[in-house]
C-alpha cells in the first residue's frame, strides 16, 4: 500500500490534503494512509490556542477546526503522534489515544495500531531529562512551566514499548533518535544547518529515549521531524546472537510544511491484501497496557522504571501469548477501532470570536469508554481526584526552567542518560521558525474552498512529485557516499542523479519563486524570542 509520511505539519491540514489531491491529479496514486510525525496542532478553538507553547504572534487558527466540527473530513485515514507546538489541553483527553476528528487518529503518549496489517507505532513529545522521570501531572490551565512539560516524553511510555516482543512495521517520533545522522549523509545535513555541527560532533543531537528504542523495537521504518529538515539514513542493526538475522531500520525525516520545503514522502509498504481498510487495536499493546497499568504515576515526583536490579520484585511487563489471547477473547477477535469520536469542546466560529476563552480539564469519554474497556486507569480522572484532594496541583511551586533547545537533553538533574550540554549553545533560532521564509505569514489563513466552477490551479502552486519505490530510496544527497554499497545489498536503491526535474521531492511552492538555485542563507528573526526573558519564551 501506499503511504503518505508528513513532518511537522503546523496545524496546515488544508495545504498537506490539497497537496495530496494534487498528487492523485498528476500521477494517478491515492495514499491508503497519511502519517504525521508531529506538531500537528489539532486546535479548535481559541482556547486551545493558549494551550500551545508558542509566541502569541504564532497562534494562528489555521484550519483543523473544520475537521473537528465536521464542516469538512480528511479525505484520507490520517494517523499522528503529537510535538512539541500542540493543544496539549486537546490531546491530554486521549492518553491512550483516540479520534481527534472523523477519519484523523492521534496514537496517544505512546501507541501501536495495525492498519492493512502493518504495525504502527509512536511516541509523541519530544525529550527533557528533567521531566522525563515523572508521571504525566499537567493538566490545563498551564502555567509557564507545565505548558512546556505537558508535551516532554516519560520514561512510563519508553517502559512500555520495551515490553513489545513482536516485529513494528513503521515507528514515528517526533525528535529524532540521537545519533541517528551517523548513519545518513552528515555532511550534507550541516550544510543544510551548520548550526547542529556542535552536538552532532559532541554526539547529543536528539533524543536518547528514541535511540533506545529504535536499538530495542528495530522498526523496518522509522520517521521523524522537529529538525525542519529532510534527512535519510540507514541503520543496520547487531545482532544478539548467532541464531538471530539481522535488521535495519530505513529512517526518515521530513520538513515543515511550508512552500519549498520536502515535507511528504511517498513511500510503498508491504501490507496484507486480506486484512479489512479499517485501523485496528495491536493485541500485545492491549496486553501491556494492561501489565502495566500499576505503574500509573499523576506526581511530578521523579520515580525509576522497574528493572533488573535486585530493587524490584517484576521487571518484566511483556505481554505473555496467554494474555494477548485473552485480549482477543475480550475483543471477541474484532480489533477495529471504533469510530466514537465525540466532539469535547466548543469549536472555532469566525463570526464569534472568543478572544479570552479559558481551557479547561475535560474527560473525554473515548478515553472513559477506553479505559472501561481494558481495565485501564484513566489518567485524566486520576488527575481530578488528586486535585480535589490537594495532593497534585499542576503546577511547580520552587522549580524555574532555563532556556531549552528542543533538539537536547538537560543536564539539570541526574538520569540515566548522558545528557550534560553544558558547551552546548542553547539558543536555536531556526527550530521552531513558524514563518521561516518570507510570505508564509499566508499559512495562518483558512484556505479557500475550491469551486466547482473554478477549480484550483494546483499547478501555480506546487512542484511536481516524487513517488518511492518498493523500498525507500535515498537519494544522492541524503544517503551517505560511505554506505551507498551497503545500502544496495539491504535494498535501498540509490536515486540517479540524472533523473528529470519532474522527480524531484515533494514540496509546495509559493508565488514569490526567485530562481535562486544557491544554499538558502538561514533566517534568524527569531533569535531575539529566545534571548526574551518574558511569557512568549518557547523552547
Avoid at 466560529?349 to 473515548?366: F, G, L, M, R, Y
Wanted: one cysteine or more; proline letters at 5%.
Amino acid at each position: 500500500m501506499k503511504v503518505a509520511v508528513a513532518g511537522c505539519c503546523h496545524g496546515a491540514l488544508d495545504k498537506m490534503y490539497e497537496t495530496l489531491e494534487l498528487l492523485q491529479r498528476r500521477h494517478n496514486v491515492r495514499p491508503d494512509l497519511l502519517l504525521c510525525c508531529g506538531d500537528f496542532q489539532a486546535v479548535r478553538n481559541e482556547a486551545d490556542l493558549r494551550c500551545m507553547a508558542v509566541p502569541a504572534k504564532y497562534r494562528h487558527m489555521q484550519t483543523f477546526y473544520r475537521y473537528y466540527s465536521g464542516e469538512k473530513k480528511a479525505p484520507v485515514l490520517t494517523v499522528f503522534i503529537g510535538g512539541n507546538h500542540e493543544a496539549s489541553n486537546h490531546l491530554q483527553e486521549l492518553p491512550y489515544g483516540g479520534w481527534v476528528a472523523p477519519n484523523i487518529y492521534y496514537l496517544g503518549y505512546a501507541g501501536v495500531v495495525r492498519f492493512r496489517g502493518v504495525r504502527i507505532g509512536g511516541i509523541s513529545g519530544i525529550f527533557k531529562s528533567h521531566d522525563y522521570r515523572k508521571g504525566h501531572f499537567e493538566c490545563p490551565p498551564y502555567n509557564q512551566q507545565t505548558i512546556r512539560s505537558a508535551y516532554h516524553v516519560r520514561n512510563i511510555e519508553v517502559f512500555k514499548l520495551k515490553q513489545l516482543k513482536r516485529p513494528i512495521d513503521i515507528f514515528m517520533s517526533h525528535d529524532w533518535p540521537r545519533s541517528i545522522y551517523h548513519y545518513g549523509n552528515k555532511k550534507q545535513l550541516l550544510k543544510m544547518k551548520s548550526f547542529f555541527r556542535q552536538e552532532v560532533e559532541s554526539n547529543t543531537l536528539g533524543s536518547p529515549a528514541a535511540s533506545e528504542l529504535l536499538q530495542h523495537l528495530k522498526p523496518t521504518y522509522w520517521f521523524s521531524a522537529h529538525l525542519h529538515v529532510k534527512f535519510a539514513a540507514f541503520m543496520q542493526h547487531q545482532t544478539n546472537s548467532k541464531e538471530e538475522l539481522p535488521k535495519a531500520t530505513k529512517f526518515l525525516a521530513l520538513d515543515k510544511c511550508l512552500p519549498h520545503r520536502d515535507f511528504l514522502q511517498i513511500i510503498d509498504i508491504e501490507h496484507d491484501p486480506s486484512a479489512g481498510d479499517s485501523l485496528e487495536y495491536d493485541a500485545e499493546w492491549i496486553a501491556v497496557l494492561k501489565a502495566t497499568n500499576s505503574l500509573v504515576n499523576v506526581t511530578q515526583s521523579s520515580w525509576n522504571m522497574p528493572e533488573k536490579n535486585g530493587l524490584h520484585a517484576k521487571w518484566d511487563y511483556s505481554a505473555t501469548e496467554e494474555a494477548i489471547k485473552e485480549v482477543l477473547e475480550e475483543l471477541n477477535h474484532n480489533l477495529k477501532i471504533p469510530c466514537n469520536f465525540t466532539l469535547t469542546a466548543a469549536c472555532y466560529d469566525p463570526s464569534k470570536p472568543q478572544k479570552h476563552a479559558e481551557p479547561v480539564h475535560t474527560i473525554n469519554p473515548q478515553t472513559t469508554e477506553f479505559c472501561a474497556q481494558f481495565g485501564l486507569t484513566d489518567i485524566n480522572d486520576r488527575i481530578q481526584q488528586a486535585k480535589e484532594e490537594g495532593s497534585v496541583r499542576g503546577e511547580y511551586e520552587e522549580e524555574e526552567e532555563e532556556e531549552e533547545m528542543d533538539s537536547t537533553g538537560s543536564a539539570e538533574e541526574p538520569s540515566e542518560y548522558n545528557t550534560d550540554n553544558s558547551g552546548l549553545s542553547s539558543i536555536n533560532p531556526d527550530e521552531i521558525m513558524l514563518d521561516e521564509e518570507g510570505g508564509d505569514e499566508d499559512l495562518s489563513t483558512c484556505s479557500v474552498d475550491p469551486s466547482p466552477d473554478h477549480p484550483p490551479d494546483f499547478s501555480a502552486s506546487f512542484s511536481d512529485i516524487r513517488i518511492m519505490p518498493d523500498s525507500m530510496a535515498v537519494s544522492s544527497d541524503d544517503a551517505m557516499d560511505s554506505t551507498n554499497e551497503e545500502l544496495e545489498k539491504s535494498g535501498v536503491s540509490k536515486q540517479v542523479e540524472e533523473k528529470s526535474l519532474n522527480e524531484r521531492p515533494l514540496k509546495r511552492i509559493g508565488g514569490n519563486e526567485n530562481g535562486n538555485s544557491g544554499i538558502k542563507k538561514i533566517k534568524r528573526r527569531n533569535q531575539a524570542i529566545y534571548a526574551a526573558e518574558d511569557e512568549d519564551k518557547t523552547e
